[in-house]
């Protein structure tokens, strides 16, 4: 269904990654990147000699994103010139030549962040494996399940109403970091998810909900456990509704709104209940839950 979306609808090419995903995702060097987004540089190092501007960027031989910080020209006429040898480390700067600096801007994803205008974000026109044309985008998935028990073992123990097991909760929180390692094998730079352990708590129902928020990307059911949890903590985007935190609810299509007189109108569902449903038990106001 993604890919009709993104190839054929109109729309494909106004999406783009979110930096909420793709930063949690580049922090632990998710093995998962390569497969959710496409990178946002692909041009390689050449040896050539014409003068390369601050601004400019290339994917060194590490697989990460390097950026021209001070410009300067390179002697290259000679056919076995070199590569730099790059640094590894986001911010660590490589010298090639006498002026041209290059800075290592970390791995080739980044998202998109509505309330701050930037560059160089991944989008989805390259067709990353979730979104070619035979993937598979299963409703009910063994690691949804797992994070499911992990979420209920966890929950149960922080409220206190008995049955709850931070062990076992953990011990499925984990099941589902090894099958994303065996499902996707990571490729340098990116690497394997460690075990998590001796996390306990809200900490540990934390971890499960972030874990289940990027496993079960593209898939409606994240919405409801944000809803439901408030997690991971998310900061609406600029708008003229007034939204002070995401919304729990969506509108009513115009045909229901037309067809059924109990539909509320569209300013009544933004003043009641902070746009959440009334079942909700808070209002996702930047206390993390």
Request: aromatic share 8%; glycine share 8%.
């Amino acid at each position: 269904m993604w890919t009709q979306f993104q190839t054929s609808s109109g729309f494909g090419t106004d999406l783009s990654a979110g930096n909420e995903l793709v930063d949690r995702m580049v922090s632990r060097k998710d093995p998962r990147l390569s497969s959710y987004f496409c990178k946002n540089v692909t041009a390689k190092w050449v040896a050539d000699s014409v003068t390369r501007q601050v601004g400019q960027r290339i994917l060194d031989s590490n697989g990460f994103a390097e950026e021209v910080t001070t410009s300067g020209r390179v002697d290259t006429t000679r056919a076995n010139k070199a590569q730099p040898t790059w640094k590894t480390a986001e911010g660590d700067t490589t010298r090639e030549g006498s002026t041209l600096v290059w800075t290592n801007r970390g791995l080739p994803y980044a998202g998109d962040n509505p309330n701050i205008a930037q560059s160089n974000v991944s989008r989805y026109s390259c067709l990353p494996p979730r979104f070619a044309a035979t993937a598979r985008v299963p409703y009910v998935t063994y690691a949804e399940n797992e994070l499911i028990l992990a979420e209920a073992n966890a929950t149960a123990k922080i409220n206190g109403g008995g049955g709850g097991n931070d062990a076992l909760a953990l011990t499925h929180l984990n099941n589902v970091r090894t099958w994303v390692n065996a499902t996707f094998p990571p490729a340098a730079p990116l690497v394997a998810l460690p075990p998590l352990a001796a996390i306990a708590g809200t900490p540990l129902r934390d971890s499960i909900m972030v874990e289940k928020y990027i496993v079960m990307f593209q898939n409606m059911e994240s919405y409801s456990d944000y809803r439901r949890e408030c997690i991971p903590n998310l900061t609406p985007a600029d708008n003229n509704r007034g939204f002070t935190n995401v919304p729990g609810r969506l509108y009513y299509p115009l045909q229901e709104r037309n067809t059924n007189p109990n539909i509320p109108d569209p300013s009544v569902q933004n003043s009641t209940n902070g746009f959440r449903n009334p079942v909700d038990p808070h209002g996702c106001k930047g206390d993390g839950r």
